[in-house]
């Protein structure tokens, strides 16, 4: 897990709930539309993966469990944890990519409803994402992985001084990258490689040689368009569009995706998928529903995204009309830690994964509502463009006070 250099440890605050009339005059606790939706407060759940749904992705007695406990506290708002839009085997998250998910969210929702006494709104959040494998065995990714081009013959032969290496056989290429030195083989794998070997290989919205990553845009409006409406099916009040961290719609907003189909570039192209989805689901579940978003105020990462970009897609966002923007920061690949041979990449290992989710071991600004200067901006940006969506923010908020204070600031 990354580390701040010289981290210091705050201490969580002391709180006690407000009083019944405390609670009254706050803004916490005052009602909220969204969109035609009237939310009894403005505390809100975001999404967390629990890890608890079946390996083929169906609802568990755990995930119920887990959900009516939190909605036994009646927050104005809960999100479902981020549940796939394909009918991929994709481990134990929720997924809502066929019809015979619904039962099961139903039955979510219903719970939720019954431990609320129907005072909570609840969202599912719904993502794709893009093939992540294992880390694999040194051995085992240059005797089957890598795949050898002419391009490795020719800079071994560079490498090692020897031009035989143009004509060599690939076996014996294999067999001599597998015990090569690191100086070598940094060499002779290009970037991509390198981190397939290190961390295992994954795809990126950039790929666009795989034929299944170049149709994304073709594809991905269509998917989310039915996922929101099985969402709506299965009762849910509003969806919310995971367009942030490590996944494939926060790929095409990335100031990294540098697709040349239109589709990436300048952030007018970035943004592009991202609303040519939103507009599908918008015509599939009609204008009475509630369909948000999530997405980065910065990517945290070199080359990323920052608050300049996040303005832009906030304003975008809200004048193609999503009912809210819920900012969240971080979260990418690009910084993640090397994981252990046999497992996968996680991206809330490196800063940007502390920023996404910050713990009491930080610098001296702080865990505590860190996020908050980022997601103002957002909001002062959205409002002068003449907006009202609502915004959520999260991160390292703790007590009624905060958030209180965080509301009357605006
Ligand atoms: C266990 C766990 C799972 C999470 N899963 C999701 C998720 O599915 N989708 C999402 O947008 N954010 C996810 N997050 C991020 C949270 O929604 C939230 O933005 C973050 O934890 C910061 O808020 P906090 O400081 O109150 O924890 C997750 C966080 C945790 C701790």
Not at 165 to 187: C, D, H, M
Not at 279 to 288: I, K, L, S, T
Not at 317 to 325: E, M, P, Q, V, Y
Request: proline share 6%; charged share 25%; net charge neutral.
């Amino acid at each position: 897990m990354w580390k701040f250099p010289k981290p210091i440890r705050h201490t969580i605050p002391t709180t006690r709930w407000p009083s019944a009339q405390t609670a009254a005059k706050s803004v916490l606790f005052q009602p909220l539309k969204i969109g035609s939706l009237n939310v009894e407060n403005r505390t809100w759940v975001p999404a967390m993966v629990p890890w608890r749904a079946t390996e083929d992705g169906f609802v568990t007695q755990a995930n119920l469990d887990w959900y009516r406990r939190f909605a036994m506290g009646r927050p104005g708002v809960l999100v479902v944890e981020a549940t796939g839009v394909r009918d991929i085997p994709s481990g134990p998250l929720l997924r809502i990519g066929h019809d015979r998910f619904i039962p099961g969210l139903r039955q979510l929702v219903n719970t939720v409803r019954e431990a609320s006494s129907g005072k909570t709104r609840v969202f599912i959040q719904i993502i794709d994402f893009l093939a992540v494998k294992r880390r694999p065995e040194k051995d085992k990714y240059f005797e089957r992985f890598l795949k050898i081009k002419q391009r490795h013959r020719e800079l071994l032969a560079e490498s090692t001084g020897d031009l035989i290496w143009r004509y060599a056989a690939e076996e014996t290429v294999r067999e001599f990258l597998r015990s090569a030195p690191e100086t070598v083989v940094e060499e002779v794998l290009d970037k991509r490689e390198l981190e397939a070997l290190r961390f295992g290989y994954r795809e990126s919205v950039t790929d666009l040689h795989l034929p299944h990553v170049q149709e994304l845009p073709r594809v991905l409006p269509a998917i989310f368009a039915d996922a929101a409406g099985r969402a709506r099916e299965a009762g849910f009040d509003g969806v919310e569009l995971h367009y942030a961290h490590a996944y494939t719609m926060a790929g095409f907003l990335s100031a990294l995706n540098n697709r040349k189909d239109g589709y990436g570039g300048v952030r007018e192209h970035r943004v592009r998928l991202p609303l040519e989805v939103y507009q599908a689901v918008r015509e599939h579940v009609g204008d009475d529903y509630v369909v948000g978003v999530r997405f980065l105020g910065d990517e945290v990462i070199e080359g990323g995204s920052r608050l300049d970009d996040a303005i832009y897609f906030g304003v975008e966002f809200a004048r193609a009309g999503f009912d809210f923007l819920s900012i969240s920061k971080g979260g990418k690949f690009e910084d993640a830690q090397q994981p252990k041979v046999g497992q996968a990449v996680y991206p809330y290992t490196g800063q940007s994964g502390y920023e996404c989710m910050p713990t009491v071991l930080s610098d001296e600004t702080g865990p505590f509502g860190r996020s908050v200067p980022l997601v103002a901006a957002i909001k002062r940006a959205v409002n002068i463009a003449g907006f009202q969506t609502p915004v959520v923010v999260t991160g390292g908020l703790t007590t009624f006070e905060q958030a209180e204070q965080i509301l009357q600031n605006g």
